[in-house]
T-cell receptor, first 116, second 111 residues
Framework: GAGVSQSPSNKVTEKGKDVELRCDPISGHTALYWYRQSLGQGLEFLIYFQGNSAPDKSGLPSDRFSAERTGGSVSTLTIQRTQQEDSAVYLC??????????????FGQGTRLTVV | GENVEQHPSTLSVQEGDSAVIKCTYSDSASNYFPWYKQELGKRPQLIIDIRSNVGEKKDQRIAVTLNKTAKHFSLHITETQPEDSAVYFCAASMGSYIPTFGRGTSLIVHP
């Protein structure tokens, strides 16, 4: 596609339910990142996928959070047993990473998650 | 890991004034420093970036400076306009690794 696409754009869920957030990166981009943005806050790193390498999960806040990237393209972020503090905008970004150089990260429009 | 500090958290200026946002980083190996602009309700978008082999880069009304010795970099916006109002994020990364973002600066330009 023309840009990074995320779905759903908005999700309201009850506390304790599981949710899945989807990210479709720009075709050909090998790097994919998930960030979380709470109201008025910065971008909190969650997880990073680069090509076929093992993902960097160092930013995941608890074991209720997990993510996968199938076939090096689409990624799904799963939050189990959601809590109210999980409410935030979840942003996905992808980049091409030319060789060993970092390049521009293109962000999706985000999924606004509200846990009630 | 990398730690990026960004100041100020809020900046209010009159239209036509200049605005300066400053960031510091901790990892001397970081070599890529992008700046993103996020308008209300929209996604962050890159506005300018700089690599560690240069000290300054300019694009029309915006410029970024980098001081590798002091490990700080700054965004300068001249002749500010109301449409410059947004949240600005700095970031730092090394090689192909994950960008670490600052906490953001909310810039308000009063007409």
């Amino acid at each position: 596609g023309a840009g990074v696409s995320q779905s759903p754009s908005n999700k309201v869920t009850e506390k304790g339910k599981d949710v899945e957030l989807r990210c479709d990166p720009i075709s050909g981009h090998t790097a994919l990142y998930w960030y979380r943005q709470s109201l008025g806050q910065g971008l909190e790193f969650l997880i990073y996928f680069q090509g076929n390498s093992a993902p960097d999960k160092s930013g995941l806040p608890s074991d209720r959070f997990s993510a996968e990237r199938t076939g090096g393209s689409v990624s799904t972020l799963t939050i189990q047993r959601t809590q109210q503090e999980d409410s935030a905008v979840y942003l996905c970004a992808s980049s091409s990473q030319a060789g060993s150089l970092n390049t521009e990260a293109f962000f999706g429009q985000g999924t606004r998650l509200t846990v009630v | 890991g990398e730690n990026v500090e960004q100041h100020p958290s809020t900046l209010s200026v009159q239209e036509g004034d200049s605005a300066v946002i400053k960031c510091t980083y901790s990892d001397s190996a970081s070599n890529y420093f992008p700046w993103y602009k996020q308008e209300l309700g929209k996604r962050p978008q890159l506005i300018i970036d700089i690599r560690s082999n240069v000290g300054e880069k300019k694009d029309q009304r915006i410029a970024v400076t980098l001081n590798k010795t002091a490990k700080h970099f700054s965004l300068h916006i001249t002749e500010t306009q109301p449409e410059d109002s947004a949240v600005y994020f700095c970031a730092a990364s090394m090689g192909s690794y994950i960008p670490t973002f600052g906490r953001g600066t909310s810039l308000i330009v009063h007409p």
